[in-house]
């Protein structure tokens, strides 16, 4: 029993540094969902198993065998290195609610599909609600920590995602998005990333 809570409060100090040193590393999407696999790739790739381009085109995972023809050419996927490990998605709720829109279902069901493929099968993923800084925070902070757990609801009860391999963040107005006013509605999202 104190080993578990030993265990839960390193998990939520890791959960913690992990998120303040990402706070502005996020990949934002707006209209059309990213696919479950570009979705997958993006939050659980990690450097060393990024693929290497070969010059006769063979993509090999952490091996490479000889030097590319091109010497200007870098044997990483360098856009691929680029993209952020956490993906912010404009989930949208009822007003003062955590019901999710039917609008937003689309986003959701393309995580769920994510968390179901095969070599995504065994990874764990943080929601994080975010707000705008409208109303105060102590509001804004219970709300977004609602929001985050009806995402995992969602998750759970249409894609049978174990319990175990969900966990939520509230993290209010505390972070808006870098160079938007804390008050634009573009900080109401829902962001994911790897869990540690």
Not at 28 to 45: N, R, T, V
Not at 79 to 95: D, E, V
Not at 160 to 187: C, D, H, K, T, W
């Amino acid at each position: 029993m104190f080993f578990n809570k030993i265990k839960g409060g390193l998990f939520f100090v890791l959960l913690l540094w992990q998120v303040h040193c990402q706070a502005q590393d996020v990949k934002m999407y707006s209209g059309k969902a990213p696919s479950a696999a570009e979705m997958g790739e993006i939050l659980f790739s990690r450097p060393d198993e990024m693929a290497v381009i070969k010059a006769d085109g063979i993509k090999m995972r952490s091996i490479s065998f000889g030097k590319p023809k091109n010497s200007q050419q870098k044997p990483a996927d360098t856009a691929h290195q680029q993209q952020n490990s956490s993906i912010g998605l404009p989930i949208k709720f009822k007003y003062d609610s955590a019901v999710v829109l039917d609008e937003s279902r689309a986003f959701l069901n393309e995580v769920g599909k994510m968390l179901k493929m095969p070599s995504f099968a065994n990874e764990k993923l943080i929601i994080e609600g975010h707000t705008d800084a409208v109303g105060p925070k102590k509001y804004n902070q219970k709300l977004s920590e609602r929001r985050a757990g009806s995402v995992k609801t969602y998750l759970k009860d249409n894609f049978n995602i174990a319990e175990n391999r969900l966990f939520v963040s509230g993290m209010g107005e505390s972070q808006p998005l870098a160079n938007i006013n804390p008050y634009a509605p573009v900080n109401r999202r829902v962001q994911f990333r790897r869990a540690p």
